[in-house]
């Protein structure tokens, strides 16, 4: 599974409609407004990178109102389980 984190620019009185939008494009999970440079945040989750590949370049960017993305590619999940295996030193808790 790659996971990514999509970061877009949008104008301002369409942000929620894109929003909406994009949060029905196939391999889109997550869609939050937020606060900072971007406008929003996408999670894409998708099998293959041409799987990514469409659901950003060839269907989110196009979305009405997207202005620009900047799509970062999550190597590993850290999970407060793994977190506490990592620091545990071998310790048994």
């Known amino acids: 599974m790659i996971t990514a984190f999509v970061l ?36 894409a989750r998708v099998q293959r990178h041409e799987d990514l590949a469409d659901a950003i370049a060839n269907r989110l960017s196009k979305v009405d109102g997207v202005i620009g993305t900047t799509t970062q590619i999550a190597f590993r999940a850290y999970s407060q389980h793994d977190l506490d295996a990592a620091f545990s030193l071998g310790f048994d808790s």
Request: with cysteine.
């Open 8 to 43: 877009i620019q949008t104008d301002s009185a369409r942000i929620p409609e894109c929003a909406e939008e994009i949060s029905e494009i196939d391999g889109i999970s997550e869609v939050y407004s937020v606060t900072g440079e971007c406008d929003l945040i996408a999670i």
